[in-house]
């Protein structure tokens, strides 16, 4: 059989995989398992949240249906990627309204893991623009889900990792722009207290992202780059046409030390001379600057790395992102990439990773005491009232998962009401207690 891994390459498992085409294929696929299933994309969530013994692969229904050019409506199956997406809807001058920092997912991925990107302070998650999509369920019935149809099934699918059934097709709301160039402003800021004060004063801007610097102690301890962006009134509808570099090997594991890090970080910061400075962009630089290297995941070597994501509330932000960085500065495991963002209001999906607040993804090669560094983590996250990103979870024990996401009986209930605890399930399922 196949060995399948999501994108941070850990853990890996041996699995039987489908490949349908067509919603009667997918029907025919559920009908004849063995075991629960997960339906899997294009593989970039980070653990093991699309893994399971029995996989369906849903990138086959990757067709366009509909395009509403004046109402900026498309609908799409399931496996059309964001890529896919934004090829069809940018020169009629429309782009997504929400996105995360790959255009590499699909449109179902995207509802599974109810994204964000660098706006959700104003706009939300992925969900806030999702008008409708059809769901396969246990026994082969499609419904239509919406907020206004079987909405209770709507709003444990947005978020629900494909625990509730088979996303087939779905109808997205898109945003008017009209160039895209992204103006953008960068600011250095010389430590996280500096670097939250910016991204309270910068709240009206469209789109903020920092990168931070998660070796640094003392006194420049959280020392970062925030980004700002706007969509632009000039440079036209063209998507640029770039040539993607690649990683044709793994990285010797020894290269990725806390001295290269260092040493990296140093110069990323300091490239920037100016405190506050301009320039006009391309929107995959501003958006997917990581997609121009074909698989980066390697970067971290043959064991692969884990992506740790969490949330800490707003009203703790300084000092619950001080006691974890400074947790992850002794350690001497700090990454080279490290993203902060400022998150909105939290929604009313049941298993969605944002509340108010802000957020620290952080990339660490796996190698020995990892996840006992990451245990010690999460027990900070949970005592400021935060929680872990489930489609970049690869070790959250259970506990952990049911203090921090209250409304997961609420979820087991509507999955149980549809018939799906005994037919989707994944590793991640298995592992936090929703199997």
Not at 69 to 75: D, K, P, Q
Not at 80 to 102: A, E, M, N, Y
Not at 140 to 163: K, P, W, Y
Not at 165 to 172: D, F, Q, S
Request: aromatic share 10%; glycine share 10%.
């Amino acid at each position: 059989m196949p060995i399948v891994h999501g994108w941070g390459r850990y853990p890996v498992v041996e699995a039987e995989i489908r490949s349908p085409v067509d919603p009667p294929g997918i029907a025919a696929a559920v009908k004849s398992r063995a075991r629960p299933v997960i339906p899997r994309g294009m593989g970039r969530s980070y653990g093991d949240s699309a893994l399971s013994d029995q996989i369906i692969d849903c990138c086959g229904l990757n067709g366009v249906s509909a395009f509403d050019f004046e109402a900026g409506l498309i609908r799409c199956g399931a496996g059309v990627t964001l890529s896919d997406l934004l090829t069809h809807s940018v020169p009629k001058g429309w782009f997504l309204p929400v996105t995360p920092g790959t255009k590499f997912v699909t449109i179902a991925g995207a509802i599974a893991s109810d994204v964000h990107g660098k706006n959700h302070h104003l706009e939300g998650c992925f969900s806030e623009f999702v008008e409708s999509f059809d769901l396969m369920l246990a026994g082969n019935e499609i419904l239509t889900c919406s907020r206004h149809q079987h909405v209770d099934l709507f709003h444990a699918t947005v978020g629900g990792m494909g625990l509730t059934g088979i996303i087939l097709e779905a109808t997205l709301r898109l945003k008017p722009i009209s160039s895209t160039v992204v103006e953008q402003i960068t600011f250095k800021a010389r430590n996280l207290q500096e670097a939250l004060h910016l991204f309270d004063a910068h709240e009206a801007s469209a789109y903020s992202v920092a990168w931070i610097d998660c070796m640094v102690t003392g006194p420049a301890m959280g020392r970062a780059l925030l980004m700002l962006g706007e969509h632009s009134e000039f440079g036209g509808l063209s998507l640029p046409d770039k040539r993607r570099i690649s990683v044709p090997f793994d990285v010797p594991t020894q290269t990725l030390n806390r001295f290269s890090i260092k040493a990296f970080n140093w110069l990323y910061y300091h490239r920037i001379r100016q405190a506050r400075s301009s320039q006009r962009v391309d929107c995959e630089s501003f958006f997917y600057p990581l997609d121009g290297i074909h698989g980066w995941n390697r970067l971290y070597g043959k064991r692969g790395f884990l992506q740790y994501q969490f949330v800490v509330p707003k009203h703790a932000g300084l000092e619950g992102l001080t006691a974890l960085l400074k947790q992850i500065v002794e350690s001497r495991r700090g990454s080279f990439l490290a993203v902060l963002k400022l998150l909105g209001r939290a929604n009313q999906n049941l298993l969605s990773f944002p509340i108010e607040g802000y957020t620290l993804s952080v990339d660490f090669k796996l190698e020995d005491g990892l996840f006992e560094l990451l245990n010690e983590l999460d027990a900070v996250v949970l005592d400021y009232g935060g929680r872990i990103y489930l489609a970049k979870d690869a070790r959250m024990k259970e506990a952990t998962f049911k203090r921090s996401y209250p409304r997961w009986m609420q979820f087991q209930e509507v999955r149980s009401r549809y018939g799906a605890l005994a037919t989707f399930s994944s590793r991640q399922a298995q592992r936090i207690g929703l199997d």
